[in-house]
């Protein structure tokens, strides 16, 4: 097995990476780490107590929000392992998922088509692999001048400036090994939290 970690960022939804780490613990003991920046403080003792019945598991606390892109920037230039497979909150993992990635190239995951923006469009002129579900090969995001920001579609900037043959745009076929249950934060609090 490689050398990587699972990473999410949470914003007060405890539940929903309760889901996730039981899903991954299903068929696997690999390292799973939270990036949390919870503004509740009851919702954020959640999560730390989530994160306290499980093995392999940790936490790095925030007491403001971190925002999707930030928090996956913080995850990429703190990890201590050759690949973080970057994961929302919201995605449950199915056993298979690993044999899925090659651990060849810097970026892969499942494409979508979207323009300069990050709206998704069958005509778009990037390929965007969208974090729901990503790996990357930590030493070559740290050695990007793009990185990811805010949230919504957070690796657009590097995307569009990363060349297709560093990019494993894997097929629409794999998205069997994992279920994404709608836009967890989003849904709830909005963009604008």
């Known amino acids: 097995m490689n050398n990587f970690e699972i990473v999410t960022v949470n914003y007060n939804t405890p539940d929903l990476v309760q889901r996730l780490i039981e899903s991954i613990r299903d068929f696997s003991n690999v390292s799973i780490r939270i990036i949390d920046g919870s503004t509740n403080a009851e ?3 959640q999560m730390i107590g989530i994160v306290e019945t499980h093995e392999n598991v940790s936490i790095n606390c925030f007491d403001y929000n971190i925002h999707h892109g930030r928090g996956l920037d913080y995850a990429m230039s703190s990890s201590t392992y050759d690949w973080v497979l970057c994961c929302d909150s919201e995605v449950q993992l199915k056993t298979g998922i690993f044999d899925c990635f090659t651990f060849q190239l810097p970026l892969e995951g499942f494409p979508t088509m979207v323009d300069q923006h990050g709206m998704a469009r069958k005509d778009g002129s990037i390929t965007y692999l969208h974090p729901e579900l990503l790996l990357i090969k930590t030493s070559w995001y740290n050695n990007q001048q793009h990185k990811f920001i805010h949230h919504g579609a957070p690796a657009i900037v590097l ?5 297709p043959e560093h ?5 629409e076929e794999l998205k069997q090994y994992y279920i994404r249950g709608g836009r967890g934060t989003v849904n709830r609090y909005g963009y604008n939290f």
């Not at 995307?159 to 060349?163: D, H, I, L, R, V």
């Open 43 to 45: 919702l954020r003792m």
């Open 159 to 163: 995307m569009g400036g990363t060349a």
């Open 167 to 171: 990019k494993n745009a894997m097929p």
